[in-house]
């Protein structure tokens, strides 16, 4: 599920080089300095989580297999923010607590205790994580309460609503996070 999603900073490498036009795993193990094995699984994330596809192409000599961007609308933004961004490595970003912080306090203004609730997690083990978003300017402060900064970062933003908001079910998506969704049928 995608609520519970585990993006590492090696997937978002591995995505970063498979938007540059690095189809193979050949290809994207030279240009990530790792091995084939280590690539392949790296690769099988990113699959399994809807960011990559993996398609046969039986025209080419050596792999036959082919890795692209897949066609689901947060793997399309994170694509396009690389690249309206190419200076930042957002694998520091958008990777493990610092994503759960960024897609708890995305839309709504909300204090410690509720963020760390929503993610699950200690409040001091939020409190350890606001700062360095914060630094960036990626979480903005009202006094006690913290928000995404969607004013500076709307590339950002726009690839966080998708990846929050993303389901494969059927119906009308009223409210998501994590587990907990609410649909119209």
């Keep these: ?3 519970r999603m585990r993006l590492t900073k090696p997937m978002v490498r591995v995505f970063r080089i498979v938007c540059h036009e690095n189809d193979t795993l050949e290809s994207i193990a030279k240009e990530a300095v790792k091995s084939l094995s280590w690539t392949s699984e790296i690769l099988a994330q990113l699959i399994k989580e809807q960011f990559v596809t993996a398609e046969l192409a039986y025209s080419r000599h050596g792999s036959r297999k082919i890795f692209r961007v897949a066609d689901t609308a947060f793997a ?3 694509r396009q923010l690389i690249f309206a961004m190419p200076y930042i490595d957002f694998s520091e970003i958008i990777t493990g607590s610092r994503l759960r912080v960024l897609l708890a306090a995305l839309f709504d203004w909300k204090d410690y205790e509720t963020i760390s609730k929503m993610v699950e997690a200690s409040v001091h083990a939020v409190r350890q994580t606001v700062p360095q978003l914060r630094s960036r300017g990626l979480i903005s402060r009202k006094g006690r ?3 995404f900064n969607d004013v500076a970062w709307p590339h950002l933003f726009e690839f966080l609503k998708e990846l929050r908001n993303f389901s494969a079910l059927n119906g009308f998506l009223l409210w998501k996070h ?3 969704i609410l649909y119209i049928v």
């Design 1 to 3: 599920m995608i609520g």
């Design 76 to 78: 399309i933004k994170l």
């Design 145 to 147: 309460l913290l928000k």
């Design 178 to 180: 994590d587990n907990e």
